[in-house]
């Protein structure tokens, strides 16, 4: 099973209403969501420190 992209509107209800102030910020929302979906295993990755990539890899349950 591959990871597939989130599309835009499930993107959007991601992030609405919320701001980013900064890296740590956008890892623990992400790690937070991943958990929200009953996540045993989560994978984090970043490039450049976050700059350029934050990767999180779960094995959740998704967006209802």
Excluded: C, F, Y
């Excluded at 009953?38 to 450049?48: C, F, M, P, T």
């Amino acid at each position: 099973q591959t990871i597939q992209p989130l599309d835009k509107s499930t993107v959007r209800k991601l992030h609405s209403g919320q701001v980013i102030i900064d890296i740590e910020s956008i890892v623990k929302e992400l790690i937070e969501n991943a958990l929200d979906a009953h996540a045993h295993s989560i994978d984090v990755k970043l490039v450049d420190n976050g700059l350029n990539l934050i990767q999180v890899m779960d094995d959740g349950h998704g967006i209802d």
